[in-house]
């Protein structure tokens, strides 16, 4: 199987900074997209930011210029570093990973248990 586990979420004052970690265990025989997820309480999950194998990235309009993605391919790791933080971005947020665990197996998607962020004004 595979396991994501995220760590980094920790409750901040608006305009700080935190780092997101999410490393990705288990059998894994490579990694395509790599991304981050959020969801307040009552809302959607929606998309933060992903990153592709190859290092090309996009972002949701709302945290452009505020974060950014990157991995570490060698630790199956990807992180997020979140600056300028406000309160609207307080959310739990989700590392979601598409898999392939053997060489002849199509990609599958997972996803970790989620990591609370809390914003204060």
């Known amino acids: 199987q595979v396991q994501l586990v995220e760590s980094g979420g920790a409750m901040v004052q608006a305009g700080g900074s935190l780092r997101l970690s999410c490393a990705a265990s288990?059998?894994?025989?490579?990694?395509?997209?790599m991304g981050w997820y959020r969801q307040a309480p009552g809302k959607q999950r929606d998309l933060v930011a992903r990153?592709?194998?190859?290092?090309?990235?996009n972002y949701a309009d709302s945290v452009k210029g505020r974060f950014t993605i990157s991995r570490d391919n060698a630790k199956n790791t990807v992180y997020l570093q979140m600056n300028s933080l406000k309160p609207e971005d307080t959310a739990v947020y989700y590392c979601?990973?598409?898999?392939?665990?053997?060489?002849?197996?199509?990609?599958?998607?997972?996803w970790g248990q989620g990591t609370q962020v809390t914003v204060s004004s």
């Open positions: 979601n990973a598409d898999v392939r665990r053997w060489a002849y197996e199509t990609y599958h998607d997972y």
């Open positions: 288990g059998t894994i025989f490579s990694i395509n997209t």
């Open positions: 990153i592709s194998m190859a290092g090309s990235t």
